[in-house]
């Protein structure tokens, strides 16, 4: 058993978008990831915590698991930028874990 | 004619009917704060038995009526052309109204627009609900309705959404807001009509219409099942949607010094769509006589003056993010889907009913 540093991006948003964040995920060579869907809480925007019908409320966890930390920079870059610094609800952040090398 | 005494019969059935005191029941359960809720994947459910019943029903009774009168094919063939029309008409109209007269901004008016232009389900399952009843009432020998009106559902929702993202995508681009969100009607038009309420009401649509064509006897075992429990599982419905209206009173707030106008807008416009699908309809029964009945015309003022609530928020979620949720989704769950149905709905019963002399 071999255990190596690697960096976790976490990303919190809204159901709606899962599907454009995993194409953008995947135009950057990220192609393994976790979603949890269902999950709830609330933000500053407030328009998190209404349940409502359908899709529109709910939000999704998804994490990825990346060996460099600068591409999983530029991953969270990338999803702050494209979603959640303009229109969407959501938070993103990297975690230090340590993850088994294939 | 309507006597005074069938009006009150008709609005007192509305008030009361199982299905309107469980929809009041979900706004009070939220109010008190009580735990009843209705779970994600059971809500899916009853929309899916519902949106079954309706496809079935119509296919079955279309094929029935087609066999009869071949002209009826024209008079669809019209109906679904008068709902494209309806589609683009209410969403680039309710745009307007709502941008000019109720001061939203152009990003709310616009995904706001979708909503009154596109269907809403909940509303053609009550109105569905009711118009079959007036039809078991009278027998088969009379036209009351035909059962097919809900299959205009895709023709009518699409081109509003469609047209209500682009026209707005454009307003935002005009006023240099905008590189928010890619449009591809190409994807719009894929999810309005392989999205499950359409693709899922239309199917269920042609299986009966083979069905009853080929099998009719196991059709008619197999609406035992669709047939009988439609208005139970309608009750259950419309406590979910009662739930969703009440947890979306408070949010109406939001409106600020705009609700005044916002709500005289929720109210009124859906009431004018509703009128002007009804007359579209009466004109094509002027056409085509003995085809269409008074129910007919009111499914028909359902689809055109319901607004949508599950699926057009999540279109424009997507389509026009710069829109805030905080003001359609309370004016389409908390305004004008319960208005539609406690005060629309008789409305437009009467009026079909003295059109029709029935």
């Known amino acids: 058993m071999k255990l190596r540093e690697a960096t976790k991006v976490?990303?919190?948003?809204?159901?709606?978008?899962?599907?454009?964040?995993?194409?953008?995920?995947?135009?950057?060579?990220?192609?393994?990831?976790?979603?949890?869907?269902?999950?709830?809480?609330?933000?500053?925007?407030?328009?998190?915590?209404?349940?409502c019908l359908g899709k529109m409320c709910s939000n999704v966890c998804i994490e990825v698991v990346i060996d460099e930390e600068a591409r999983a920079q530029a991953v969270i870059e990338a999803v702050y930028n494209k979603f959640l610094a303009k229109h969407y609800a959501g938070i993103a952040y990297l975690e230090n874990v340590r993850a088994f090398h294939h | 004619m309507l006597t005074v005494d069938e009006i009150v019969v008709i609005l007192l059935e509305g008030l009361f009917g199982p299905p309107m005191l469980f929809f009041a029941l979900g706004i009070i359960s939220v109010l008190v704060k009580s735990d009843l809720e209705v779970p994600a994947a059971m809500r899916t459910g009853l929309a899916m038995f519902l949106l079954a019943a309706i496809g079935l029903n119509g296919g079955s009774e279309a094929v029935v009526a087609l066999v009869k009168y071949p002209a009826l094919l024209a008079v669809i063939i019209i109906a679904a052309l008068f709902s494209i029309?309806?589609?683009?008409?209410?969403?680039?109209?309710?745009?307007?109204?709502l941008k000019k007269f109720a001061g939203l901004k152009t990003a709310d008016a616009w995904a706001a627009a979708g909503h009154y232009g596109a269907v809403s389900s909940a509303t053609l399952a009550v109105g569905v609900s009711?118009?079959?009843?007036?039809?078991?009432?009278?027998?088969?020998?009379?036209?009351?309705?035909?059962?097919?009106?809900?299959?205009?559902?895709?023709?009518?929702d699409s081109?509003?959404?469609?047209?209500?993202?682009?026209?707005?995508?454009?307003?935002?681009?005009?006023?240099?807001?905008?590189?928010?969100?890619?449009?591809?009607?190409?994807?719009?038009?894929?999810?309005?009509?392989?999205?499950?309420?359409?693709?899922?009401?239309?199917?269920?649509?042609?299986?009966?219409?083979?069905?009853?064509?080929?099998?009719?006897?196991?059709?008619?075992?197999?609406?035992?099942?669709?047939?009988?429990?439609?208005?139970?599982?309608?009750?259950?419905?419309?406590?979910?949607?009662?739930?969703?209206?009440?947890?979306?009173?408070?949010?109406?707030?939001?409106?600020?010094?705009?609700?005044?106008?916002?709500?005289?807008?929720?109210?009124?416009?859906?009431?004018?769509?509703?009128?002007?699908?009804?007359?579209?309809?009466?004109?094509?029964?002027?056409?085509?006589?003995?085809?269409?009945?008074?129910?007919?015309?009111f499914v028909f003022a359902t689809i055109a003056g319901g607004c949508s609530f599950v699926s057009a928020p999540a279109a424009m979620r997507a389509s026009i993010p710069e829109a805030n949720p905080s003001i359609y989704l309370p004016m389409a769950v908390a305004l004008t889907f319960p208005f539609n149905i406690i005060i629309g709905m008789p409305l437009w019963q009467i009026m079909c009913r003295v059109l029709w002399g029935a």
């Open chain 2, 85 to 97: 029309f309806c589609g683009v008409f209410i969403s680039f109209s309710t745009g307007n109204i």
């Open chain 2, 159 to 297: 081109p509003a959404l469609i047209s209500a993202i682009l026209i707005g995508r454009i307003a935002l681009a005009k006023e240099g807001i905008g590189g928010g969100a890619k449009v591809d009607p190409k994807k719009i038009l894929h999810e309005g009509v392989f999205g499950m309420a359409v693709w899922l009401l239309v199917a269920s649509l042609v299986i009966g219409m083979l069905a009853q064509y080929f099998s009719p006897k196991e059709m008619d075992r197999t609406m035992l099942f669709f047939g009988d429990m439609f208005r139970g599982v309608l009750c259950l419905f419309l406590l979910d949607m009662g739930l969703a209206a009440g947890k979306q009173i408070g949010a109406l707030k939001e409106l600020g010094k705009r609700i005044g106008r916002a709500f005289m807008v929720a109210f009124i416009l859906p009431q004018l769509w509703g009128v002007m699908g009804i007359l579209g309809i009466y004109a094509l029964h002027l056409a085509f006589p003995g085809l269409l009945g008074w129910g007919d015309a």
């Open chain 2, 130 to 156: 009711i118009a079959a009843a007036a039809q078991e009432a009278v027998g088969s020998g009379i036209l009351v309705f035909g059962g097919w009106m809900p299959a205009l559902y895709p023709f009518m």
């Open chain 1, 10 to 51: 976490v990303i919190i948003t809204e159901a709606l978008i899962e599907e454009q964040i995993i194409s953008l995920l995947a135009e950057l060579g990220v192609h393994a990831y976790t979603i949890f869907r269902e999950i709830a809480g609330e933000g500053t925007r407030g328009i998190r915590s209404g349940d």
